[in-house]
């Protein structure tokens, strides 16, 4: 089945930083999905990216699909300490399991 | 609405006891997968079911069961436990589609 890896597995940034996480694909996604995780909560759902190329912004959070549908990325831009948890990427197609991968996990001091 | 729910939410059982855990979905959502949080593995899917049935299954073993109800209620099984099952089990709801999921807040089951 299709797999998504992600990197990289830990970041850790100093509050104002910038912070990058990219999602990988051996083969073409009909989208992407990215999820975020506190520490001690459960994952909570960011957003979807269905079309290739395409860019879409969360406030401080900016996601990007690749051209060719392999790839995607998750920026934030100057972190805050509320930024801290675990980034998962996953993909599936309608009637397939959802695969997350590892994630990124991020940590943010001040 | 409501968001997903799971119970119990902490569990503690001994070696070669079995358990059986519960999720209630958000109304109208006819699609609930199981899966196993540890700090080592991640995120491991366990099984799906969607309208009463099981419509994909991850890698576990077969002492990992589940079942669906008419109600799109969810209850998921694991018999003779070992160590090694201590982990968050989540659970997740959706449509059915290929849309976004919502997770309940998660059971942790520690085995001693």
């Known amino acids: 089945g299709q797999q998504v890896m992600q990197i990289p597995q830990y970041q850790h940034v100093q509050e104002g930083e910038d912070f990058t996480t990219y999602c990988n694909s051996s083969?073409?996604?009909?989208?992407i999905q990215w999820y975020k995780q506190r520490p001690g909560g459960h994952p909570v759902f960011l957003i979807q990216l269905v079309k290739s190329g395409e860019v879409k912004k969360q406030k401080r959070l900016t996601f990007q699909f690749g051209e060719a549908k392999k790839n995607s990325s998750l920026h934030i831009t100057a972190t805050q300490t509320t930024d801290v948890g675990t980034y998962f990427c996953?993909?599936?197609?309608?009637?397939?399991?959802?695969?997350f991968g590892k994630g990124t996990t991020l940590s943010v001091s001040s | 609405k409501a968001g997903v729910t799971q119970t119990p939410r902490y569990l503690i059982k001994t070696r070669g006891q079995q358990v059986t855990l519960s999720c209630s979905p958000i109304?109208?959502?006819?699609?609930v997968s199981w899966y196993q949080q540890t700090p080592g593995q991640g995120l491991q899917f366990l099984f799906e079911?969607?309208?009463?049935?099981?419509?994909n299954k991850g890698n576990f073993p077969g002492r990992f069961s589940g079942r669906q109800f008419s109600n799109s209620r969810s209850e998921m099984n694991v018999s003779t436990l070992e160590l090694g099952d201590s982990a968050l089990y989540l659970c997740?709801?959706?449509?059915?589609?290929?849309?976004?999921?919502?997770f309940g807040p998660g059971t942790r089951l520690t085995v001693t």
């Open positions: 079911y969607f309208s009463e049935t099981q419509r």
């Open positions: 997740a709801s959706d449509t059915g589609g290929a849309g976004e999921q919502y």
């Open positions: 083969t073409t996604l009909s989208n």
């Open positions: 109304s109208g959502h006819r699609s």
């Open positions: 996953t993909a599936n197609q309608a009637g397939t399991a959802l695969i």
